[in-house]
């Protein structure tokens, strides 16, 4: 998947990044509710467009979702307290300057590469989550139903 981001391809390793149907707010929405739908607290929803304007900077429409589980959180940071620097878990959306909506996270399996086995298949586990939960905000109803129906064939 080429990204929006002037050639700044080494983020697309670092960053599971999905085309998004719908408009920024509509996504966040659709996110904040997949999430409370899997029993996951929503910590706080950052409307970075919203909270620079006070400082005379306009941004395209740009918020992040951060939220997760804090028993996983604990299990996590007990074992490895540098996963401060990224935990809780958040997921990104913006409009690019051609108007296109992105949903995007880090990758989670990237971490994996610090964990022992068995928290590298816990690391497996989470992406394989965001991913599942980005894929679902990131699309219509329509096309996930379209897309469920065609996985059926």
Request: charged share 25%; with cysteine; net charge negative.
């Amino acid at each position: 998947m080429r990204l929006a981001t002037d050639g700044q391809n080494d983020l697309e390793k670092e960053l599971y990044i999905l085309p998004c149907e719908l408009g920024v707010e509509e996504t966040i929405k659709r996110l904040v509710s997949i999430l409370e739908e899997k029993q996951f607290p929503v910590y706080h929803v950052y409307n970075h467009a919203e909270e620079v304007a006070g400082e005379g900077v306009t941004l395209r429409p740009v918020q992040a979702v951060v939220f997760g589980l804090l028993s996983a959180r604990a299990k996590a940071l007990e074992q490895e307290p540098s996963l401060a620097a990224v935990l809780p878990l958040r997921i990104a959306v913006w409009e690019d300057a051609q108007g296109k909506v992105w949903l995007g996270f880090s990758r989670v399996s990237l971490l994996a590469e610090r964990f022992s086995k068995a928290q590298a298949e816990l690391a497996g586990h989470m992406q394989n989550l965001m991913e599942n939960i980005a894929h679902r905000a990131s699309k219509t109803a329509s096309a996930r139903h379209e897309e469920m129906i065609k996985n059926l064939e």
